[in-house]
């Protein structure tokens, strides 16, 4: 991932997650989307009980190419080279994400410009 142009390898104290684009550098077609740094893992009830545990663990986001089987096919034709991904904010909340994620995809009219590759926005 890049942020501000640098490389981005570790998760920064205070943020969840973030919104992207990802850009096949072939065609300048591209992606916006979100991720958490985080998610809940279940565990089974320790031995005796009948309550499910919960763990929080590091998700899969430095692998991410998004949740698009569009961009996922294209990533299996072109390889992971053939793209560039690119963290364009860092949030706070859920919340935040979403609204952020939702804004840049109306205000970029990714529904309609042919130079991306949204298929729906999620509200």
């Avoid at 943020?15 to 065609?27: A, D, E, N």
Wanted: aromatic letters at 14%.
């Amino acid at each position: 991932w890049l942020h501000h142009g640098e490389e981005f390898l570790n998760i920064q104290e205070g943020y969840i997650g973030f919104v992207y684009i990802i850009t096949q550098l072939s065609t300048d077609k591209k992606y916006i989307g979100k991720k958490l740094f985080w998610s809940k893992k279940t565990l089974p009830p320790l031995k005796g009980k009948t309550r499910n545990r919960r763990k929080i663990v590091e998700s899969d986001w430095k692998d991410y190419f998004g949740s698009s089987e569009l961009v996922k096919q294209l990533l299996l034709e072109h390889g992971r080279e053939a793209f560039r991904r690119e963290i364009l904010y860092l949030c706070v909340s859920k919340g935040e994400m979403g609204y952020v994620e939702a804004r840049e995809q109306f205000d970029r009219n990714v529904l309609l410009d042919d130079s991306y590759l949204n298929g729906i926005i999620n509200c």
